[in-house]
């Protein structure tokens, strides 16, 4: 064999589970089709949130606390400053299903946090505009975290450990015979014991029974100017995340010290394949963008100075597949986080890790089983 795990991508997952497994001082080769830190999916975009009251269910929480402790064990690994800790407020009325996980989260692992009255969260966090009947939960372990370098980070500390990276370079097939697993990789073919899939939304590409398990779609982000930018600094605007009726949007507060970053949850569309991912800015982005903005942070221009096009894998629950896909236990499958999988990622890389190994982890992963919509041997 060539090793004893290959990582076919190294983008958020992959380049956590390939720093994972090469602490465990086990032989492993990364391929990566683009360069290293690239922006073409879903760590694309200088800034993700991080949070632990979790609106996509509470089951999330410890999985979020293992990757708080491991987001700065690669800072110190890598010497980098990755995770800002801002807190980050959830916006809503009570009783939607977002604000009652959130809700739920907090009570059930007993997480430190603020319910904001109307009067404390005029006086401290007035960039926001409420609307009536709306609550702000402030989560105290929440900020954001910087992606690219976060993935730099964890390829450069695994090479270090002595794993083996090949950039540019595209994975073409991979073919489990049962007693190794072949990856053909710009044209040679490498065999490994294991190997763990990370392809993001490349993701229903390596499917071969299963490819619309997975779908690709865009994400649309946008940058804006404000009209006093010391007002929305990491000190005095945290990360947020809000619902209020139809409109869902989350942002962060500015890093480099000019721009605000604001994104809105809308379907932006399919894409047919990921190579495809059209770039380019719709006229319906930017005017979803614009009337968010314009309607609920009056602090902003709403007339969007950047705007920036990624894209991520879906799936049918918008919950991720992760775990084992063959009966062999030799494929690995981290995929389908759908949009709000990087916070998790340093934790994955360890699960990955760990099914790689060991064939089990620590942590309850029954709602990320791949086993809800995969047939067997999918790949």
Same mark, same amino acid.
């Given at each position: 064999?060539?090793?004893?795990?290959?990582?076919?991508?190294?983008?958020?997952?992959?380049?956590?589970?390939?720093?994972? =497994?090469?602490? *465990?001082?086990?032989?492993?080769?990364? @391929?990566?089709?683009?360069? =290293?830190?690239?922006?073409?999916?879903?760590?694309?975009?200088?800034?993700?949130?991080?949070?632990?009251?979790?609106? $996509?269910?509470?089951?999330?929480?410890? #999985?979020?606390?293992?990757?708080? %402790?491991?987001?700065?064990?690669?800072?110190?690994?890598?010497?980098?400053?990755?995770?800002?800790? !801002?807190?980050?407020?959830?916006?809503? $009325? +009570?009783?939607?299903?977002?604000?009652?996980?959130?809700?739920?989260?907090?009570?059930?692992?007993?997480?430190?946090?603020?319910i904001l009255n109307?009067?404390?969260?005029?006086?401290?966090?007035?960039?926001?505009?409420?609307?009536?009947?709306?609550?702000? #939960?402030?989560?105290?372990?929440?900020?954001?975290? %910087?992606?690219?370098?976060?993935?730099?980070?964890?390829?450069?500390?695994?090479?270090?450990?002595?794993?083996?990276?090949?950039?540019?370079?595209?994975?073409?097939?991979?073919?489990?015979?049962?007693?190794?697993?072949?990856?053909?990789?710009?044209?040679?073919?490498?065999?490994?014991?294991?190997?763990?899939?990370?392809?993001?939304?490349?993701?229903?590409?390596?499917?071969?029974?299963?490819?619309?398990?997975?779908?690709?779609?865009?994400?649309?982000?946008?940058?804006?100017?404000?009209?006093?930018?010391?007002?929305?600094? %990491?000190n005095n605007f945290?990360?947020?995340?809000?619902?209020?009726?139809?409109?869902?949007?989350?942002? !962060? +507060?500015?890093?480099?010290?000019?721009?605000?970053?604001?994104?809105?949850?809308?379907?932006?569309?399919?894409?047919?394949? +990921?190579? $495809?991912?059209?770039?380019?800015?719709?006229?319906?982005?930017?005017?979803?963008?614009?009337? !968010?903005?314009?309607?609920?942070?009056?602090?902003?221009?709403?007339?969007?100075?950047? =705007?920036?096009?990624?894209?991520?894998?879906?799936?049918?629950?918008?919950?991720? @597949?992760?775990?084992?896909?063959?009966?062999?236990?030799?494929?690995?499958?981290?995929?389908?986080?759908?949009?709000?999988?990087?916070?998790?990622?340093?934790?994955?890389?360890?699960?990955?890790?760990?099914?790689?190994?060991?064939?089990?982890?620590?942590?309850?992963?029954g709602h990320l089983?791949?086993?809800?919509?995969?047939? *067997?041997?999918?790949?």
């Amino acid at each position: 064999m060539d090793a004893d795990v290959g990582v076919i991508g190294l983008g958020s997952m992959g380049s956590m589970a390939l720093w994972q =497994i090469a602490k *465990k001082g086990v032989s492993v080769i990364g @391929f990566e089709q683009f360069g =290293i830190g690239h922006d073409y999916s879903a760590a694309g975009g200088e800034s993700r949130i991080f949070r632990t009251a979790y609106g $996509e269910g509470a089951e999330y929480v410890p #999985i979020l606390k293992e990757a708080y %402790r491991l987001w700065r064990e690669l800072e110190q690994e890598s010497g980098n400053t990755l995770l800002h800790l !801002t807190g980050a407020l959830m916006i809503g $009325e +009570p009783d939607t299903p977002f604000m009652s996980n959130v809700l739920n989260s907090i009570q059930t692992f007993d997480l430190e946090h603020e319910i904001l009255n109307e009067e404390q969260w005029k006086r401290r966090y007035p960039q926001h505009r409420l609307l009536p009947g709306e609550m702000m #939960i402030l989560d105290k372990l929440a900020g954001g975290l %910087r992606p690219e370098l976060a993935v730099v980070s964890a390829v450069k500390r695994a090479e270090e450990l002595g794993a083996k990276v090949y950039s540019h370079c595209r994975v073409e097939s991979i073919s489990n015979s049962g007693s190794t697993v072949k990856v053909l990789a710009n044209g040679k073919e490498y065999q490994f014991g294991k190997v763990v899939i990370a392809t993001g939304p490349w993701t229903g590409v390596f499917l071969s029974n299963d490819k619309r398990q997975v779908h690709a779609k865009r994400l649309v982000m946008g940058w804006f100017a404000a009209k006093d930018i010391k007002r929305f600094q %990491r000190n005095n605007f945290p990360v947020y995340i809000r619902e209020s009726g139809e409109d869902k949007f989350y942002g !962060t +507060p500015t890093f480099e010290g000019s721009m605000v970053k604001a994104a809105v949850y809308h379907d932006f569309g399919a894409v047919d394949h +990921p190579d $495809e991912l059209e770039r380019k800015m719709m006229p319906d982005d930017l005017g979803i963008l614009r009337e !968010t903005v314009q309607k609920y942070l009056p602090d902003l221009y709403p007339e969007p100075v950047r =705007i920036g096009v990624y894209m991520d894998g879906f799936t049918a629950d918008e919950h991720a @597949f992760v775990g084992s896909i063959d009966e062999e236990d030799r494929v690995v499958l981290l995929g389908g986080f759908s949009g709000h999988g990087f916070k998790m990622a340093s934790a994955m890389g360890k699960i990955a890790a760990d099914l790689s190994q060991d064939g089990k982890t620590e942590f309850q992963l029954g709602h990320l089983s791949p086993k809800r919509f995969l047939k *067997k041997n999918p790949v």
